[in-house]
């Protein structure tokens, strides 16, 4: 979101300039000869994957979080064998490319579903259908969230939460997460029930291990939590219905009765109305701003969508100063809509705090 380098990520920091320079220029040397061999050019996101595992190689990194770009099937991450696979949920996303039902993205994502090789997955319904078809063909172990792991109890404190988690019928209590939101407590469960998979096979991986983990977690733009002049200020990459539904659950949790002071922008090919209607109330203010991409939708077309008081802002810079100016005591300002204003959320905060 800040640095094109921050792509790739290993050993506790990003890819630096220099790694990035000499990893992409052998990668182009390598991509030369294969465009001429197969007559097409790799796109971005392939060249992107090959750097980085020549990147982990040069490291050499034991263990990698490989995240899929888009869908799964044909993606060009999906050339690994992994020790497990993990398909947290599916949402209806990315329709031009992964179909327009939940059942056609779904196979899609089923496709990183190896031959005899765990999945661990909290999909439901037509999703999880599928995703079982899968893994019956690939006589591929599944754990389910509900049932092979399950969140026992779940209690959120301010910027974060405790919660007990049954995986393979061992209790793990009261395990502290610096996540917010319910749907961070599945996903922390996605990632115990991996990790217990992993136990068998991996000895350095113990419960003291996880539980710092947990603890320490920060993912960046995810209901990243920060204060400005005393009023609680949130950065999230919520630019889709499901994620605009976490959001807003999140929200509810951690700030109930606050008035939410939005900067918000959205893109042409996503649902705006339906993210906004999850977020957005009568009682609450928005200053919307188009998006640092030609992607953006105008200012003038949120503007008919919002059900609230508005403000169209020239830049994010702006957006974000008027938003301070007008927060005050029980309000919350909440910046959301899409990760390219992201990035220069992020940017601007650092610069406000130096």
């Known amino acids: 979101m800040l640095t094109y380098t921050e792509r790739i990520y290993a050993l506790g920091r990003n890819s630096n300039k220099k790694e990035f320079a000499e990893i992409a220029t052998i990668v182009k040397k390598a991509s030369d000869i294969v465009s001429v061999e197969i007559g097409e ?3 971005e996101f392939e060249l992107l994957t090959a750097m980085a595992f020549l990147y982990f190689a040069k490291k050499q990194v034991e263990y990698v979080v490989l995240e899929v770009g888009m869908g799964g099937r044909y993606d060009s991450t ?5 020790l497990v696979s993990i398909i947290t949920n599916v949402a209806r996303e990315h329709t031009k490319y992964l179909g327009d039902t939940i059942t056609e993205i779904a196979w899609n994502k089923a496709g990183v579903i190896k031959e005899n090789i765990p999945c661990v997955t909290a999909a439901d319904g037509l999703a999880l259908h599928e995703i079982r078809k899968e893994a019956g063909k690939k006589k591929s172990p599944l754990y389910i969230y509900e049932e092979a792991f399950f969140i026992k109890n779940r209690k959120p404190y301010p910027g974060g939460q405790e919660v007990s988690f049954e995986v ?3 209790l793990w209590q009261d395990m502290k997460i610096s996540l917010v939101g319910s749907h961070q407590a ?3 469960g996605i990632a115990l029930m991996s990790l217990s998979i992993l136990q068998k096979q991996e000895f350095r991986i113990t419960e003291d291990s996880i539980r710092k983990g947990y603890m320490q977690v920060f993912w960046p733009g995810r209901f990243e939590m920060h204060t400005i002049d005393g009023i609680p200020f949130v950065m999230d990459g919520a630019h889709n219905a499901a994620g605009a539904k976490t959001l807003k659950e999140a929200l509810e949790e951690q700030f109930d009765d606050y008035r939410r002071v939005f900067v918000f922008t959205s893109l042409q090919d996503k649902d705006t109305t339906a993210v906004i209607s999850y977020l957005m109330r009568p009682q609450d203010k928005v200053f919307i701003v188009e998006a640092p991409t030609p992607r953006t939708r105008s200012t003038h077309d949120m503007a008919l969508m919002v059900p609230c008081a508005y403000q169209e802002e020239i830049s994010v810079e702006q957006a974000l100063n008027d938003a301070v100016m007008e927060a ?25 705090n130096k």
């Open 41 to 43: 050019f790799p796109t």
């Open 186 to 188: 599945i996903n922390a």
């Open 168 to 170: 393979m019928e061992k």
């Open 78 to 82: 999906n050339v690994v064998l992994p």
């Open 328 to 352: 005050a005591d029980k309000d919350v300002i909440v910046v959301c809509g899409s990760l390219y204003m992201l990035g220069e959320a992020i940017s601007w905060y650092k610069g406000k």
